[in-house]
């Protein structure tokens, strides 16, 4: 069956960067984009931006771009998102996700102190 | 950005009772394909959030007959229709009509 199997929890010093896992399963990696949402402490969610694993094609939230970058490994089948200079704003849990099939992983915390 | 905006439930919401969840658009996701970019997500406490609807109106595998999703190109209904105590969470409408793909403030439902 389908799985996204994310990272473990991180934390990170503000100012630093995080490197973030989604490793997929169960289906052919190259063939359906992966988004990456991000969920502040009981708050909504918000779509970080994709990433076309076949090509390495992105797009993303312009209120993300700078802040979050999208990279993939075919050989292994797994996604990645690096966020850099870290500020408490950063703070949340992080998804990466097929959007619109049923498949989630089952996110990352991310916590920013020093 | 398209906004998307969800009402409220009356909660607690007797269990048995219909619950119906509304979500507008800021913008019509009526394609001229005549498809409607629309999702509607659950997630229960603790959870990751789970797909319920997609195109507006088409379940997802393995979802209760119980939810049904309808509307027109800014204004749509998630129902279910006999609340049962796993249903509670809160749950989310999301565009994928145009970047950035956009999610509802979500709608949380507590049962009785």
């Known amino acids: 069956q389908v799985k996204l199997l994310q990272s473990g929890a991180a934390l990170v010093k503000p100012g630093a960067s995080v490197k973030m896992s989604c490793k997929a399963s169960?289906?052919?990696?190259?063939?359906?984009?992966v988004s990456w949402v991000k969920q502040s402490h009981g708050k909504s969610l918000e779509w970080i931006g994709e990433i076309y694993p076949n090509s390495g094609a992105t797009n993303f939230n312009e209120k993300f771009k700078g802040k979050a970058t999208l990279t993939v490994d075919k050989s292994t089948s797994t996604a990645y998102m690096e966020l850099s200079r870290l500020t408490s704003e950063d703070s949340a849990i992080y998804y990466c996700t097929r959007l619109g099939a049923p498949y989630w992983g089952q996110g990352v915390m991310v916590t920013v102190s020093s | 950005d398209i906004v998307m905006t969800q009402g409220a439930l009356p909660n607690p919401v007797p269990s048995g009772e219909s619950a119906s969840i509304t979500c507008q658009s800021s913008k019509s996701l009526l394609h001229s394909n005549g498809k409607t970019y629309l999702n509607w997500y659950l997630q229960r406490p603790g959870q990751s959030p789970q797909l319920l609807i997609y195109?507006?109106?088409t379940r997802a595998s393995g979802v209760s007959d119980r939810f049904s999703g309808s509307g027109s190109g800014t204004d749509f209904t998630l129902k279910i229709s006999s609340v049962e105590a796993e249903d509670v969470g809160v749950y989310y409408c999301?565009?994928?009509?145009?970047?950035?793909?956009?999610f509802g403030s979500g709608t949380k439902l507590e049962i009785k």
């Open positions: 195109w507006m109106s």
């Open positions: 999301q565009q994928f009509l145009e970047y950035p793909f956009t």
């Open positions: 169960g289906y052919t990696f190259t063939d359906y984009w």
